[in-house]
């Protein structure tokens, strides 16, 4: 979440966004109050939510016959609660918050309260993990994420608490979790902490009441140069050409991929380091295949930066520290997350709203459509760019699109000719943040390859 001013190699990042993003530009030039998003974006639904800065991540479930998004709610102002939100999208033109969940003695929790946000499935049932912080001075410093069993949807009454998840060892709570489907079959919460490691629990473990045992691995942070916090997000994902479970994560010094196949002897195979404009990393998204990221620095100006590391697979070199090429909505502003389902990119933009850009040409991505969720003026709390567009997801079965806005709450989409998403559609191994629950390793196998070792 933290922004912050750093004018490092910039004038290098800006001669590289400069060759790529004209596209970009262009685009962003046609927009105005009375058109605030391009020909091919349909608003489906709005839901306001609450007051300005409450509203945090979002994450929807990918099953058509379970039409529900969940939004993490916080204060960063001055108003707000702490806690998540349950959307019924049975219809998305009429989104409807149906549960919320609250921590206790709100007044007593200091902190932002509930940020990332994520779903799961065990043993056919359903559930929803909501990262938590909270401050030092007030009630549960430890806490870093509760537990909802959702099975009963839309049943509000069924939705019942099953666990709280702490690190007594690294308070300050979770800032970003992420949800991924080992090959092994476990399912695993990967989580920031207060110091220079990831953390790896067991959900299945955490479940069936073994929270003793949850803490399952760390991952560490190779250079930590004296820093508290070592992650900032993150993402994993099978890689298909070589059989492995890879961790992408992005944080102090920089970007770093990991072989998690053996939980207990993280391999580290990639370091993105030394990049001009860089000295800390936050998102971290591969493509299918695993050969390119796209990388996020948060601070005012930096674009989204595209990396290959194809060079490092074959060995040419240890370390990246050059983008082949760079993209944002408006060089004044900050692009925040993003989902990749390739050759798209969907973006959160904070004040910039919804984004969507192509990267069938990584060298050269291009803008293909926009909505601004955020009309209102930048923030004047603390961070100018932190407002507006903070979380997206993708529902792959239809491509439904959602966003959760800091200020205006949450929002659906369509884009023209994208009525979903299939990795083998695109010759692209069919792996993305959404997990198949239900399939086994051997049917992801199956699926075709897209050449990065």
Known sequence: MTIRSNSIGFATVAAVALTVLLPARDAAAQWTPEKPGSENITVLGHLPLGPRLSVSDTDIEQELDRPYAYVGRM??????????????????????RIYSWRIEDQDLHLGTGGMDVKHFKWNDRYYVVQSLQFRQGGPDPDLGAVVLDVTGLPDPDAVTEVARIRSPDTPGGFHNIFIYKHSTGRVLLITTVGAPYAHVYDLGYVVEGFLDDALVARIPVP????ERRGYHDFYAGYHVDSAEDRFYGGGTGGYYVYNITDLEEPELLVTLTGVSGVRSGHTFTPTPDGRYVVA?????????????????????TKNIRSPISAWTADWQHLVHNH??????VFVSGYLDGLQIFSLMDPENPVTVGYYDTYTGPPNKIRYSQFNGAFGIDVR?????IVISDMTTGFWSFRMEGFSGWNGADWGMPDISSAQKWDEELGELLSVGSGGSR
Request: a negative charge.
């Open 339 to 344: 989902e990749v389902r390739w050759p798209y």
């Open 396 to 400: 792959n079965a239809d491509g439904l």
């Open 223 to 226: 250079d930590t140069t004296g």
């Open 296 to 316: 996020e620095t948060e601070y005012q100006y930096a674009p989204l930066r595209i990396f290959d590391l194809e060079p490092a697979f074959e060995g040419e």
């Open 75 to 96: 204060v960063y102002g001055f108003e707000g609660d702490k806690g998540v939100d349950i959307i019924d999208l049975h219809d998305p033109t009429k989104p409807e």
